[in-house]
């Protein structure tokens, strides 16, 4: 009985938080647009409907009713694993992710936490550990395709996301050597009480401003967006891996490319500013109303990184193959290193701040 | 049920493991070897041991097997130049190894085997997770094993560059 309630709840949960990530990546590709037509000095799309606010139904349509052409010469079994194989490693992320307060309540005798599938003891590896598994998609996508342009955006992108996910994992070690866990609740709760408790602005001792700019360039680039879409350059690559894909195998890696963009902006919200924690600690209101607020002010961190991903699109150019492989490993990777040797000094030296 | 879940992973880890070595592709060995390392960390998973499982995947199929990969289509490698003379020679030390396993559980102490794995156990280790416990463990009980596998990696490393930089150097003498 236990367990068929336990079933119930978290299956409904993996429900709500999938369907939230979908409709989201779905508003994203049209507010895309327009923030991209905003900035510059255009409309965006404006046909469908009123505004074009329907793009996101219309584009989707769309791809469901294309032919899905599987090129000649293609290995048909990993020409369709591919697109699996990059989407489930963006989506299963988020079953770690605390967008609420962490409370537990109980239901039919079962402890329930409402605000959190999932809370294991190692969220952040766990998170590094398939998102480093969405490289095999990419790889096989570009490979099974048997295009020239499809292998070479896949080699490019294997390189890119091998250097960019050593970054990303040593820009976050700070943050666990400060709150010594690497659970992503226990890391939120670590962080109450005001924005001067956050990890961004030196909460547990010695800010973590460095650390997050390295996480978050390493993250564009792991999520191949510009400036570093060097796999997908459409002025050289057509459109890299996915040139051969069409209908809903296309839209698959389209929905892993958001997806991860949605998982990497919780990250940086729950890792570095304080996950759902209010500013300052009156604006969250009562206990009551917690999870209204909590839920409020998570979603808003975690537009606004998504805006900062399509501001630097809509800014920066592209960097070259040699320039990235340099950045990331010449200076990305030393300051991330210092950062962690700055880290344990303080850690050391002041514990328990 | 906790035996049937070991057996199935057990099983699927022989089978897929069998395939690395057996399949032409390289890159379908590849992925055999993925799904093979998947399954030893649901074995680690059946253990309590998440810390090592999601290092398992992180390390092992995340980093090194998509270097693989990446060196397979980079090499573009076709079915026929593989090594396939070395029969012989394998079957040879596979026979060997086999009978060494076959020798270790009949003759060897087993009793003991079971107990390791008590319930009783479990309860003492979540308390603390077991990321704590291995970190303790490697820099006390373990620590000199630790510091020479890491001097080893160091050796590699050195070694790449010194490899990579030869003709800088000898440009200079």
């Not at chain 1, 900035?39 to 409907?49: A, F, I, L, T």
């Not at chain 1, 917690?290 to 998570?298: D, E, K, M, Q, S």
């Not at chain 2, 030893?40 to 290092?55: C, D, K, R």
């Not at chain 2, 050796?155 to 030869?166: F, Q």
Request: glycine fraction near 10%.
């Amino acid at each position: 009985m236990d367990m068929g309630i336990r079933l119930a709840l978290t299956l409904t949960q993996i429900g709500v938080v999938m369907v939230a990530v979908l409709l989201t990546v779905a508003v994203l590709t049209l507010l895309e647009r327009k923030v991209l037509g905003w900035m510059q000095d255009r409309m965006g799309p404006m046909e469908v409907g009123p505004y074009g606010i329907l793009q996101p139904v219309a584009d989707g349509l769309k791809l469901f009713f294309k032919e899905d052409i599987i090129p000649a010469g293609a290995n048909k079994f990993m020409f369709s694993m591919a697109p699996v194989l990059s989407l489930v490693p963006a989506l299963i992320g988020f079953a770690v992710i605390p967008f609420g307060p962490d409370w537990t309540v109980d239901v039919g005798g079962v402890n329930f936490k409402p605000f959190v599938i999932t809370d294991i003891n190692i969220g952040v590896l766990y998170i590094l550990a398939f998102a480093s598994i969405g490289a095999y998609g990419i790889i096989l996508g570009g490979w099974s395709s048997n295009s020239k342009y499809s292998l070479l955006g896949g080699l490019r992108s294997a390189a890119q996301l091998i250097s960019y996910e050593l970054n990303v994992g040593l820009s976050i070690v700070g943050v666990l050597l400060l709150s010594s866990s690497l659970s992503l609740v226990t890391i939120t709760n670590a962080q109450a009480g005001g924005f001067w408790n956050w990890y961004f602005f030196g909460g547990g001792g010695f800010p973590q401003a460095v650390a997050f700019i390295v996480f978050i360039i390493s993250a564009v680039a792991e999520t191949n967006r510009t400036p570093f879409d060097l796999p997908e350059a459409e002025s050289e690559l057509v459109a890299g891996f996915f040139t051969e894909y069409s209908g809903m195998r296309f839209a698959f890696f389209f929905l892993a490319e958001y997806g991860n963009m949605i998982l990497v902006s919780c990250m940086a919200t729950v890792l570095f500013f304080g996950g759902w924690y209010a500013p300052f600690e009156f604006l969250q209101g009562p206990e009551s109303i917690h999870w209204l607020t909590g839920i409020f002010w998570f979603v808003l961190k975690v537009s606004s990184f998504l805006f900062l991903f399509f501001w630097l699109r809509a800014t920066l150019p592209r960097l070259r193959y040699d320039q990235l492989m340099r950045f990331g490993w010449k200076v990305l990777l030393p300051i991330a290193l210092a950062n962690i040797v700055l880290t344990s000094i303080v850690a050391f030296l002041f514990p328990g701040n | 049920m906790e035996t049937i879940v070991f057996f199935y992973f057990a099983s699927v880890i022989v089978v897929t493991a069998a395939l690395v070595v057996g399949l032409r592709s390289p890159v379908f060995s590849a992925l055999a070897l993925l799904v093979m390392f998947f399954h030893v960390a649901g074995l680690f998973v059946t253990l309590h041991a998440e810390f090592l499982a999601v290092i398992q995947i992180l390390v092992y199929a995340g980093a090194i097997l998509v270097l693989y990969l990446f060196v397979v289509m980079l090499l573009n490698l076709k079915g026929e130049v593989r090594f396939h003379h070395q029969l012989t020679v394998g079957l040879f030390l596979g026979c060997m190894v086999f009978a060494e396993a076959v020798l270790l559980v009949v003759k060897g102490d087993t009793s003991s085997l079971g107990q390791n794995f008590s319930p009783s156990r479990e309860p003492a280790q979540l308390m603390q997770g077991n990321t704590e416990s291995i970190g303790e463990l490697l820099y006390s009980t373990y620590l000199f094993p630790f510091e020479i596998a890491s001097l080893i990696l160091l050796v590699a490393m050195v070694g790449a560059v010194i490899l990579t930089k030869k003709g800088i150097l000898e440009a200079k003498s």
